[in-house]
């Protein structure tokens, strides 16, 4: 007996083969997808093993435009399915002046393309069943684009941003919509687009272990944005309160009066 299906993009290594283990221990069965088979048989044999539920594997790139069709078809009409994590992403990029326009195309085809239709599939079909979970994996970056090369962060803000549009949609229904932040945690991704854990100091990295087991506490706790380490969840609502405190000016008939052009109010306090 299972609590139904997760299915797990990105599920050969790092957060996604860790959100398998914790799925499998909670008694879900799954259905993994990535690219690497020999990786996600290892997985699923040992899980099997451990957990007895059952578990599919589906070898997809979800950047080559029918496998990504492929998952989204198993994803509407698989029987069972209650949980997307949509987690398969890479990193990397490099400054905008000088990336390689090919990887910026796989890039956003693999975070931004198939994560939206991914998710598009499964609100559609959860929202017609009335419950189901739809999990995706942003990271903290959204927050501070500054700091990175543009283009990754770029892609896990509009993560976000789909995200907290979803939930607020979904927001009356049984369904459920997380986006998990995560900061530096110790998987392959440093290494696979070129960098290194190594560089950055070890109070700011997270073991892939911890980092899931608080996404999926968060999930306990109905958070919309889960970020695992940060201490005090009213820092968040106190970003929250500064958003919603300028969404009132955000569109307006005039122009802002320190523009002083003709459709300014001209008493700058009105
Ligand atoms: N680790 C961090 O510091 C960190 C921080 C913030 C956010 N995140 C986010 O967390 C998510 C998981 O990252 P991770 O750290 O676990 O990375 P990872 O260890 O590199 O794992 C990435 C997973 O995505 C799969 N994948 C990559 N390209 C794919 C493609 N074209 N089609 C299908 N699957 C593909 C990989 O499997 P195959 O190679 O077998 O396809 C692998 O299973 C990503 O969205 C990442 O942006 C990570």
Do not use: C
Not at 23 to 28: F, H, P
Not at 50 to 59: A, L, R, S
Not at 89 to 108: E, H, K, N, R, V
């Amino acid at each position: 007996m299972t609590r139904g299906t997760a299915i797990i993009t990105g599920a050969s290594t790092g957060i996604g083969a860790t959100y398998a283990d914790r799925l499998a221990k909670r008694g879900y069965g799954l259905l993994l997808v990535a690219r690497d088979r020999p990786r996600m048989e290892t997985l699923a044999a040992r899980l099997v093993r451990e957990t007895g539920v059952g578990i599919q594997i589906v070898k997809a790139d979800l950047t080559v435009t029918d496998q990504l069709l492929s998952v989204e078809m198993m994803l509407r009409s698989e029987p069972g399915i209650v949980m997307l994590v949509n987690n398969a992403g890479i990193g990397g990029g490099g400054p905008l002046q000088s990336a390689d326009p090919t990887y910026l195309d796989q890039l956003i085809a693999l975070n931004v393309r198939a994560t939206t239709r991914l998710a598009a599939a499964a609100a559609r079909r959860f929202g017609g069943e009335k419950q189901g979970t739809i999990i995706n994996i942003s990271s903290v970056t959204a927050l501070f684009p500054e700091r990175m090369d543009p283009v990754y962060p770029a892609t896990k803000a509009y993560l976000l941003a789909l995200s907290q549009s979803l939930a607020a949609q979904l927001a009356a229904s049984d369904v459920r919509v997380q986006v998990v932040m995560p900061g530096a945690t110790r998987t392959e991704i440093w290494e696979r687009a070129g960098g290194s854990l190594d560089s950055l100091p070890s109070e700011i990295i997270m073991d892939v272990d911890d980092l899931v087991d608080a996404a999926l506490a968060g999930l306990d706790l109905g958070e919309i944005v889960t970020i695992p380490s940060l201490p005090d969840h009213s820092d968040w609502q106190r970003y929250e309160d500064a958003r919603a405190h300028l969404q009132p000016n955000l569109s307006r008939s005039n122009p802002a009066a320190r523009y002083a052009v003709a459709g300014s109010p001209t008493n700058p306090a009105g």
